[in-house]
């Protein structure tokens, strides 16, 4: 087995604990500041201020695409492909995650966050290319 592959998905999986802690310290904010009471949430987080919005929409993203890199590194082990490239690519990929959840908890800036993301899917599309390539 080769670990190359390993080490991006437990970044991956540890910056996903960064945006959940994130997360837990803006609706404590919210808290503390008074921005929102228990009742205010209990059906629905809408009534959350717009940072910690902003940190549940972006921990809810971890689990989209981030779901089809888990899968891709596990059919690469399997299958072998195990190259340089796939590690420098899933390396990549995690970059583009944590630079995706900077700029979404930060100054949501859709310019710089929408290509931020498709960098992401573009080098998850070329993952799955080497996981077909090392199949055939």
Same mark, same amino acid.
């Given at each position: 087995?080769?670990?190359?592959?390993? *080490? @991006?998905?437990? +970044?991956?999986?540890?910056?996903?604990f960064v945006v959940l802690?994130?997360?837990?310290?803006?609706?404590?904010?919210?808290?503390?500041?008074?921005?929102?009471?228990?009742a205010d949430v209990?059906?629905?987080?809408?009534? *959350? @201020?717009?940072? +910690?919005?902003?940190?549940?929409?972006?921990f809810a993203n971890q689990f989209e695409t981030p779901v089809i890199f888990f899968a891709l590194i596990m059919l690469a082990m399997e299958v072998g492909a195990t190259s340089y490239v796939m590690a420098v690519l899933a390396w990549l990929y995690?970059?583009?995650r944590v630079v995706h959840t900077l700029v979404h908890v930060g100054s949501n800036d859709l310019r710089l966050r929408a290509p931020v993301f498709g960098l992401g899917v573009l080098?998850?599309?070329?993952?799955?290319?080497?996981?077909?390539?090392?199949?055939?």
């Amino acid at each position: 087995m080769s670990l190359k592959l390993v *080490y @991006p998905a437990l +970044a991956l999986i540890l910056w996903i604990f960064v945006v959940l802690g994130i997360l837990f310290l803006r609706r404590k904010a919210a808290f503390a500041g008074q921005q929102v009471r228990m009742a205010d949430v209990a059906v629905s987080t809408e009534a *959350y @201020p717009q940072p +910690a919005r902003l940190a549940a929409a972006n921990f809810a993203n971890q689990f989209e695409t981030p779901v089809i890199f888990f899968a891709l590194i596990m059919l690469a082990m399997e299958v072998g492909a195990t190259s340089y490239v796939m590690a420098v690519l899933a390396w990549l990929y995690v970059a583009s995650r944590v630079v995706h959840t900077l700029v979404h908890v930060g100054s949501n800036d859709l310019r710089l966050r929408a290509p931020v993301f498709g960098l992401g899917v573009l080098v998850l599309f070329c993952m799955w290319i080497g996981v077909v390539l090392a199949v055939l």
